[in-house]
């Protein structure tokens, strides 16, 4: 059964409680205090889940673009990208910009590569820095800012949002292991939560013709898990999912076995927004009213923001 | 007496402590647990001051093109800029594309701009949001990632980052007094963290030769007042400012008091990284070992993560 009758019922109920702070353009709005407080109390939790001694990274919403072009998302996700642009002209420049802006044109034609792209997954940022050789597997937890660009009115499809993700850096079967384990530990935190999640093969936009065939491995690979729930009527809502991905980024970065072989990788994240707007559409939009062992389970009620 | 040698001393000693996991290009470095528990104490700290019943806005860290056009950042700061592109190719601009990741070469000649720029302060997001007509002064707490394009090895001066900041909108008395009353109240917040504190009249980077007589306008005027810390032997380091707009933003998104005429706007905030690693400096990069009053103000010590 559904939770919502559609897009525009859900966005409209988040909004009205305040949760969702209309911006001007689609997948751009802005949050109140009580959906922050959520989206906290959701990676806390999942940070707990840590076992002792696990590396913790926080990142802002950018990735260095020769990393994020080793990643290989550019070739497969072109449509997703958000590439970072910057001024470095002088003071004719500058007269023309300012021209541009007077006149209520584009101002942006001076503008060039900056180097950077914004990050569509927080795992991106976590496997160059494991270049070189891996004394032993090895477990990260993350949490950054990231960028789709899918701009969209579904409320729980935004262009910007966070992930926190789980990622491991081992063998073979470790990382296979991980995957399957932690794919249960995320069905578990968030039975937990009290939402009514279920496991299916994931279905990632491939851009293209190529992509079309991308897709269809991916299906019949099973090396990708997503945690769906049924928000809406016509279709379930991915919120989470578990990856494993073999050797791609380890190639990528040259992340290597003690033997010398390619290390194999693996994540397991949620996107933290779509959690916490699954949690709303299941227990209501007053946060106050919602189930105690879930409200302490997210340490709500202790934050004065 | 300044708190450290110099910027790479500092840095070494951040990246030592695993508070920065270095990036791989200036001003884009990850944080450790401990860091971002400073972060996570320093807002809640300062998101503590507001009086009862302050609208909390939490933003990513993207702003709509147009409404950042309309602050005039453009025009003054083009330097610092971040313009988001997209792709909106087909399946032959998707092998263009394909065919320069193949070569090394760059691959973005097939963007354009998304409509998006990154926000450079958090409270360009929250002007807009009152378009219209002020029934009352109001301020707001607001916090966001942000983005400078001045890549540095200043572990201080970062290209991402965040702000929390108070915005005030009112009258021009309620905007003057909102000025003065929270430059004080930043700086006892920071005396109280520790922090040997100064304030003094702002010098923004304006950019070019019409950049020159703002900054002058600007340092003339007293309308912005930065504080700052004895972090380097050679210079003071701006931590945070409280700044006076008259109707420069009232007049660009149109807020008007009950009158009819424009409102006037203020805003006070501060660089959270900035006191984070000002708060390393003077305590040291042990945060476990930091005074006592300073760790209880900060809420450390609770928090798994």
Redesign the interface.
């Known amino acids: 059964m559904s939770l919502v009758d559609g897009e525009s019922a859900l966005r409209g109920a988040l909004r009205g409680a305040g949760h969702l702070?209309p911006?001007?353009?689609p997948g751009?709005d802005?949050?109140?205090?009580e959906?922050?407080a959520v989206v906290?109390g959701l990676w806390?939790a999942y940070?707990?889940r840590?076992p002792a001694g696990t590396p913790?990274?926080?990142?802002?919403?950018?990735?260095?673009a020769?990393?994020f072009?080793a990643t290989d998302y550019?070739?497969s996700f072109?449509?997703l990208?958000?590439?970072?642009?910057?001024?470095?002209?002088?003071?004719p420049e500058?007269r023309a910009?300012?021209g541009d802006?007077d006149a209520g044109r584009?101002?942006?034609g001076?503008?060039e590569?900056?180097?950077?792209t914004?990050v569509p997954a927080t795992c991106q940022?976590v496997y160059?820095?494991y270049a070189g050789t891996l004394e032993a597997p090895t477990t990260v937890?993350c949490r950054s800012?990231c960028?789709r660009?899918e701009p969209s009115e579904d409320p729980v499809r935004m262009?910007?949002?966070r992930i926190c993700e789980y990622v491991h850096l081992g063998t073979p079967d470790s990382a296979e292991a991980f995957r399957a384990d932690w794919l249960e530990l995320l069905l578990d935190l968030f039975r937990g939560l009290g939402l009514d999640v279920a496991a299916d093969r994931a279905n990632d936009p491939f851009?293209?013709?190529?992509g079309r065939m991308l897709a269809a491995n991916q299906l019949q690979s099973g090396m990708k898990n997503e945690i769906s729930v049924d928000l809406y009527p016509d279709r379930r809502t991915a919120i989470s999912s578990s990856n494993a991905h073999r050797t791609h980024f380890a190639d990528s970065f040259g992340i290597r076995l003690p033997d010398g072989g390619p290390a194999h990788t693996a994540c397991a994240g949620f996107g933290i927004e779509r959690v916490a707007i699954a949690l709303l559409a299941t227990h209501g939009m007053a946060v106050a009213d919602w189930p105690g062992p879930v409200r302490r389970a997210l340490r709500l009620g202790r934050?004065?923001?």
Do not use: C
């Open positions: 702070l911006g001007a353009r751009i802005g949050h109140g205090p959906f922050e906290d806390r940070a707990d840590a913790v990274m926080a990142f802002g919403p950018l990735i260095d020769a990393q072009t550019p070739r072109p449509q990208v958000g590439e970072v642009e910057v001024f470095r002209g002088g003071d500058h910009l300012i802006v584009d101002w942006t001076y503008f590569p900056s180097g950077m914004l940022n160059p820095r937890f800012w960028f660009h262009v910007a949002f851009f293209g013709r190529v934050e004065t923001v």
